[in-house]
């Protein structure tokens, strides 16, 4: 080790001398960050319980209602357990957390849980497509932009990603509803799918693509792929916007580069010298930025699931905040927090396989 | 005249600027052999951007000549996709330093066997063995490991080793070195040098030092130009250059330290503005 670092800094003369390659996979920063996981989730389950304590809407209250008595009352909030100290609480949710146990929705008389396993599949296939969508265009967008750069194709690229950020995603939504379902039929309306499929797909993944699949029944699927593609494409147009610019600035940095002068020496057109080499140096950056477009897509784009009637999880998130349903609240505040963790130890786990330096 | 390699008449290279062109290199004229020439001068006096323009990698600049003749081509007249054949093929460039040279996140071998790949059809196997032998020509030990290392795994002076059989693996006629040691330990430096003599010397590579090291180039290569300001102000062998007539290059020999030389101060440039001044010098 101390020998290799030694050559690489060249205080050794070269001859010969060849660092000791460390192939061996290195294990410790991985039980690092499982380490650092671990502290964030329970920084995140603490956040998630005081919320739930500090909120202003009463627990109690919204389950005995109004007119209730003062024994009912007093005896519910027994039973949540609510006349304990703080920290015998908090360990109490720690334990439901860990065993599952999500609590009751006051609104649906549901586990949590449950109706969550029912929002969310219809926002992870959302948000699936629309960054698919985002990222293909935004990056080949972005690279064009680059190698053009200060000519008409910059310049066309520039203003359409512009509109795609300035322009407000309900009205860019209802535009499309608009022009693509009315005027030209081309795409399914609102909905995930035309009504009168509705309940022919048993629910197995909760994810539509998928049940119909597995249900053999193709007209279910294209009725389905038919009502997703218009808002997918409208979310992942809004989110490439910055996937865009942030290509267009990465690739700028990496063209001005010495070893593109290299490629360029060696004989290979412009083409192949982006591709195959300035692009695979901002692979690491672009999984950043996808990675939190992706994520804030995932929290659920509460406009454009309006203006869709999207089942999501963002209309539910937006209507359970609205009615204080906290034990909702919660757990998605809760789902919201692991789907960022997870993003970021899979981008971190992409750089190890992009970048040879990070190994 | 078969043996001329290249023969450069009048080149220019200018930039668009604000209100008119600024001119980086101004009637520089030379013609080169089988045969191993300097161009030094300070920063800024153009030669790097001579030798990048005689591969035309200057997208954003205005190269003009009233000759630019490679072996037999025309090289200012050539479409871009009959350049791509030339660069890297029959005319190559060893950069500065392979710290930034070389891509950080391919493996070395891999880029080394791509320059052979790009004009040779040939499978990745026999590109492999091409580029391995090419490593040992570059006196590399251990060829086989160093090809799958990744640039930071290596030292600067293996980096640049690896840079020189990039760029010779195809058997060029001509190579542009720019600055090829200047980001190497002293140490290293000498070695990368012979390695870089021998292999221009048997193959009969016609070779341009780009340098600021007057010394070096003095040592190394069989005549010198002397760029000051974007033009070629002198022409000398290597070995006269103690003869040198124009002010600049003697005021840059006054400037070198000698060993065993006295301990005074050493004389400093004192440049004029009338060394600006239009100047041709054929060599």
């Given at each position: 080790?101390?020998?290799?670092k030694?050559a690489r800094?060249?205080l050794l003369?070269?001859a010969?001398?060849?660092?000791a390659?460390?192939?061996?996979?290195?294990?410790?920063p991985?039980g690092?960050?499982?380490?650092?996981?671990?502290v964030?989730?329970f920084?995140?389950l603490?956040?998630t319980f005081?919320?739930?304590r500090m909120?202003p809407?009463?627990?109690?209250?919204?389950?005995?209602?109004?007119?209730?008595t003062?024994?009912?009352y007093e005896?519910?909030?027994?039973?949540?357990?609510?006349d304990r100290?703080?920290?015998?609480?908090f360990?109490i949710?720690?334990?439901?957390?860990?065993t599952g146990?999500f609590g009751?929705?006051?609104?649906?008389g549901?586990?949590?849980?449950?109706?969550?396993?029912?929002?969310?599949?219809?926002?992870?296939?959302?948000?699936t497509?629309?960054?698919?969508?985002?990222?293909?265009?935004?990056v080949?967008?972005?690279v064009?932009?680059?190698?053009?750069?200060?000519?008409?194709?910059?310049?066309?690229?520039r203003?359409?990603?512009?509109?795609?950020?300035?322009?407000?995603?309900?009205?860019?939504?209802?535009?499309?509803?608009?022009l693509f379902?009315?005027y030209?039929?081309?795409?399914?309306?609102?909905?995930r799918?035309?009504?009168?499929?509705?309940?022919?797909?048993?629910?197995?993944?909760?994810?539509?693509?998928i049940?119909s699949?597995i249900?053999?029944?193709?007209?279910?699927?294209w009725?389905?792929?038919?009502?997703?593609?218009?808002?997918a494409?409208?979310?992942?147009?809004?989110?490439?916007?910055y996937?865009t610019?942030?290509t267009?600035?990465?690739?700028?940095?990496?063209?001005n580069?010495?070893?593109?002068?290299t490629?360029?020496?060696?004989?290979?057109?412009?083409?192949?010298?982006?591709?195959?080499h300035a692009?695979?140096?901002?692979?690491?950056?672009?999984?950043?930025?996808?990675?939190?477009?992706?994520?804030?897509?995932?929290?659920g784009?509460?406009?454009i699931?309006?203006?869709?009637?999207w089942?999501?999880?963002g209309?539910?998130?937006?209507?359970?905040?609205?009615?204080?349903?906290m034990?909702?609240?919660?757990?998605?505040?809760?789902?919201?927090?692991?789907?960022?963790?997870a993003?970021?130890l899979i981008?971190?786990?992409l750089?190890?396989i992009?970048?040879?330096?990070?190994? | 005249?078969?043996d001329?390699?290249?023969?450069?008449k009048k080149?220019?290279v200018?930039y668009?600027?604000?209100?008119?062109?600024?001119?980086?290199v101004?009637n520089?004229s030379?013609?080169l052999?089988?045969?191993?020439l300097?161009?030094?001068?300070?920063?800024?006096?153009g030669?790097?951007?001579v030798?990048r323009?005689?591969?035309?990698?200057?997208?954003?600049a205005e190269i003009t000549?009233?000759?630019?003749r490679?072996?037999?081509?025309?090289?200012?007249a050539?479409?871009?996709?009959e350049m791509l054949?030339?660069?890297?093929?029959r005319?190559s460039m060893?950069?500065?330093?392979?710290?930034?040279?070389?891509?950080?996140?391919r493996?070395?071998?891999?880029?080394?066997?791509?320059?052979y790949?790009t004009?040779?059809k040939?499978?990745?196997?026999?590109?492999?063995?091409?580029?391995?032998?090419?490593?040992?020509?570059?006196?590399?030990?251990d060829?086989e490991?160093?090809y799958?290392?990744?640039?930071h795994?290596?030292?600067?002076?293996?980096?640049?080793?690896i840079?020189?059989a990039?760029m010779?693996?195809?058997?060029?006629?001509l190579?542009?070195?720019?600055?090829?040691?200047?980001?190497?330990?002293v140490t290293?430096r000498?070695q990368?040098l012979?390695i870089l003599?021998?292999?221009?010397?048997?193959?009969?590579i016609?070779l341009?030092?780009?340098s600021h090291?007057?010394?070096?180039?003095?040592?190394?290569?069989?005549r010198?130009?002397?760029?000051?300001a974007?033009?070629v102000?002198?022409?000398?062998?290597?070995?006269e250059?103690?003869l040198?007539?124009h002010?600049?290059?003697q005021?840059l020999?006054?400037a070198?330290?000698?060993?065993?030389?006295?301990?005074?101060?050493?004389?400093?440039?004192?440049?004029?503005?009338?060394?600006?001044e239009?100047?041709?010098?054929q060599?």
């Amino acid at each position: 080790m101390r020998r290799s670092k030694i050559a690489r800094w060249g205080l050794l003369p070269a001859a010969g001398e060849v660092p000791a390659p460390r192939r061996k996979l290195n294990l410790r920063p991985i039980g690092a960050q499982l380490f650092t996981v671990a502290v964030t989730l329970f920084g995140l389950l603490v956040l998630t319980f005081v919320i739930g304590r500090m909120m202003p809407a009463d627990p109690v209250r919204a389950i005995v209602g109004e007119d209730a008595t003062r024994e009912t009352y007093e005896m519910v909030f027994r039973q949540l357990g609510l006349d304990r100290p703080i920290w015998e609480q908090f360990f109490i949710y720690l334990r439901d957390v860990l065993t599952g146990n999500f609590g009751v929705s006051i609104r649906t008389g549901q586990p949590v849980i449950q109706d969550i396993l029912h929002v969310l599949p219809a926002t992870i296939e959302l948000a699936t497509f629309a960054i698919l969508i985002g990222a293909t265009l935004g990056v080949t967008l972005g690279v064009v932009a680059a190698v053009n750069k200060d000519r008409w194709p910059d310049h066309l690229v520039r203003v359409f990603s512009l509109m795609g950020h300035s322009m407000p995603i309900f009205w860019t939504g209802m535009i499309g509803l608009l022009l693509f379902y009315a005027y030209f039929g081309w795409v399914g309306g609102s909905g995930r799918m035309e009504s009168f499929y509705i309940g022919l797909v048993d629910d197995v993944t909760g994810f539509l693509l998928i049940d119909s699949i597995i249900a053999g029944d193709w007209d279910v699927f294209w009725s389905a792929l038919n009502h997703l593609i218009l808002p997918a494409s409208i979310l992942g147009y809004s989110s490439s916007a910055y996937i865009t610019r942030m290509t267009r600035s990465f690739m700028l940095d990496q063209i001005n580069q010495e070893y593109i002068t290299t490629a360029r020496v060696k004989g290979l057109s412009s083409r192949q010298t982006i591709w195959r080499h300035a692009f695979l140096n901002i692979r690491v950056q672009l999984v950043t930025i996808v990675a939190l477009a992706y994520g804030s897509l995932l929290e659920g784009a509460v406009l454009i699931e309006t203006v869709f009637a999207w089942p999501g999880f963002g209309q539910y998130l937006t209507s359970n905040l609205l009615i204080g349903d906290m034990n909702a609240v919660m757990t998605c505040v809760l789902i919201v927090g692991v789907i960022f963790i997870a993003l970021n130890l899979i981008s971190d786990m992409l750089y190890r396989i992009f970048d040879p330096r990070t190994r | 005249m078969s043996d001329t390699i290249l023969d450069v008449k009048k080149l220019c290279v200018s930039y668009r600027g604000e209100g008119g062109y600024n001119h980086a290199v101004r009637n520089v004229s030379f013609t080169l052999g089988r045969e191993k020439l300097g161009i030094v001068g300070e920063s800024g006096s153009g030669k790097s951007t001579v030798g990048r323009a005689l591969l035309r990698l200057l997208p954003t600049a205005e190269i003009t000549a009233e000759k630019l003749r490679f072996e037999e081509l025309d090289v200012l007249a050539l479409r871009e996709k009959e350049m791509l054949k030339v660069r890297g093929r029959r005319m190559s460039m060893i950069l500065q330093d392979p710290k930034f040279s070389l891509n950080p996140i391919r493996r070395v071998g891999e880029q080394v066997a791509e320059a052979y790949l790009t004009h040779f059809k040939c499978s990745k196997a026999e590109a492999r063995a091409k580029a391995i032998s090419m490593l040992e020509a570059v006196q590399i030990r251990d060829c086989e490991r160093v090809y799958d290392l990744y640039p930071h795994e290596v030292s600067g002076g293996m980096g640049q080793r690896i840079m020189i059989a990039m760029m010779l693996l195809t058997d060029p006629d001509l190579v542009i070195a720019d600055e090829p040691t200047s980001a190497l330990d002293v140490t290293v430096r000498l070695q990368v040098l012979n390695i870089l003599d021998k292999l221009v010397s048997e193959r009969g590579i016609g070779l341009i030092m780009i340098s600021h090291d007057l010394n070096l180039v003095r040592n190394f290569c069989d005549r010198v130009l002397i760029m000051y300001a974007g033009q070629v102000v002198e022409s000398l062998k290597a070995s006269e250059l103690h003869l040198a007539q124009h002010p600049y290059t003697q005021g840059l020999l006054a400037a070198q330290p000698r060993i065993g030389g006295g301990r005074g101060r050493l004389s400093v440039l004192n440049r004029r503005p009338e060394w600006k001044e239009p100047i041709e010098v054929q060599a």
